[in-house]
């Protein structure tokens, strides 16, 4: 099964990196507030550069100066399942097996938009419309 990993970024804006292993490498988007457990929470999600999938277990610090600088935690992994759709047709649907993520998401590009989706939780067993997304570390 291949893998996903979240990671939280303290960069010069807390963010998280959600990233999902597809042909060969991981398609990242950057999620400002975080992905949520409650199907009401619709989280942009700015696509951004493929990342290698030798990239996923990494937590350090990138240096300054350099792109993404700052420091990188595992917010969550785990694997997934690609349920339909196509990044090229702009709506992937896909199943997570987390530690905090769990179940049916969907993620959807915004029309007339080349970068800017939507990352959205599915109404499903594992939904919680108490979930609150929190770093795991303060920096």
């Given amino acids: 099964m291949p893998h996903f990993v ?9 963010h998280y990196d959600f990233r999902l292993e597809i042909d060969g490498v991981l398609k990242s988007w950057a999620v400002p507030k975080g992905p949520s457990m409650n199907p009401a929470d619709k989280r ?3 696509h951004v550069e ?9 937590e350090g610090t990138i ?12 917010w969550d992994n785990g694997t997934f399942s690609l349920l339909g759709g196509a990044i ?38 594992d939904a919680d419309a108490s979930f609150v997304t929190s770093p795991l570390h303060s920096v």
């Fill in 6 to 14: 979240v990671h939280e970024h303290h960069a010069s804006h807390l």
């Fill in 88 to 125: 090229t047709a702009g709506r992937i649907e896909f199943s997570l097996s987390g530690k905090r993520l769990r179940g049916i998401f969907t993620l959807i590009r915004l029309k007339n938009k080349e970068k800017e989706w939507l990352l959205v939780k599915k109404k499903d067993a």
């Fill in 50 to 58: 493929d990342h290698p999938i030798s990239y996923a277990p990494f």
């Fill in 44 to 46: 942009l999600a700015i």
């Fill in 63 to 74: 240096a300054e100066g350099r792109y993404g600088a700052g420091t990188v935690y595992i």
